[in-house]
């Protein structure tokens, strides 16, 4: 299943849902993220567990004048450290599929996750991917790293692609299509991403990444179009069909990232991977339709 839009990931998780997916919320007291949650739950496409000062739940709850709260499952805890470690302790225990930030603050809910004791850390790396629909192209695009690792080296990007694979996976991608972008698709000695490009796409032809189809270095017009891709007589199966772009350093992705919202009228979901379970962790200015996007994606997981 290739994803096109969020709006096609949206009319796939009505019709296909069996099970509901459980989403662990952490101090869902701002009205975006309580908005989105519980917009989903009316649709039947998640179940919450809205972990916090349940009279401040409820209050929320109030102004977005749902009143019928009976159902819902909310776990009274204060204290932001003490909401963190309750909600990872949830999801370690197998009460859900998916954990979300709310009013909290970041460092404060990952220094639970990565906790050695007592926390769900899976893989050696955590990384963001950002999930973006953009009018220019044909399909989602997943961008990654442009939240967390700062300047991976070739061993941290590896981990970097892997958790993304994993994701696009899970997504039901049978050969995810990964560009690891340069300035150019030519070898440049004297530029560390260029050789890592060539050295991840090497890593590649050796089935270290499975059944997915890497391609590197590649430039960005290349990567998004076959038009491009053929005035400069470039063949590739990833020239035009990228499924995710591995950036070289956050500022690059972050860059990117903005750019496709800012100039290219983009719409985008965003999850922390490298957990047992997809982590959704947007900024306080980000929109109840991106917290929305970041939730169906997870749930479709």
Do not use: W
């Not at 102004?63 to 909600?87: F, N, P, Q, R």
Request: proline share 3%; aromatic share 4%.
């Amino acid at each position: 299943m290739i994803l096109e839009s969020f709006a096609a990931l949206k009319k796939h998780l009505s019709t296909n849902q069996d099970k509901l997916k459980r989403v662990v919320v952490a101090n869902p007291t701002d009205s975006q993220t309580l908005s989105a949650v519980m917009s989903l739950y009316d649709e039947k496409i998640l179940f919450p567990i809205l972990v916090g000062e349940k009279i401040k739940i409820l209050e929320g709850l109030d102004e977005l004048s749902i009143t019928e709260t009976s159902t819902l499952e909310i776990v009274d805890v204060s204290g932001e450290t003490e909401i963190a470690e309750k909600s990872v302790s949830l999801i370690r225990q197998g009460m859900g599929d998916v954990l979300m930030k709310g009013h909290i603050q970041t460092r404060d809910l990952l220094k639970a996750v990565v906790n050695k004791e007592k926390g769900i850390r899976k893989q050696s790396v955590l990384s963001h991917v950002s999930i973006n629909e953009i009018p220019y192209y044909h399909k989602l695009l997943f961008l990654t790293d442009g939240g967390m690792v700062l300047t991976p080296d070739i061993d941290t990007k590896q981990a970097i692609l892997m958790n993304v694979l994993d994701l696009t996976k899970q997504l039901g991608y049978e050969k995810t299509k990964v560009a690891v972008l340069d300035a150019s698709e030519n070898v440049n000695p004297k530029l560390q991403a260029s050789l890592d490009a060539e050295e991840l796409k090497k890593r590649s032809e050796i089935g270290m990444f499975g059944e997915a189809i890497v391609e590197g270095p590649i430039s960005l017009d290349l990567s998004l179009s076959t038009e491009i891709a053929k005035e400069k007589e470039y063949e590739s199966p990833v020239a035009g069909e990228a499924d995710v772009l591995l950036v070289s350093d956050i500022v690059s992705g972050n860059l990117l990232g903005k750019s496709m919202m800012t100039f290219g009228n983009g719409k985008m979901a965003g999850l922390v991977l490298g957990a047992t379970v997809p982590i959704i962790i947007t900024s306080r200015g980000s929109t109840a339709e991106e917290k929305i996007n970041s939730l169906m994606i997870a749930c479709a997981m």
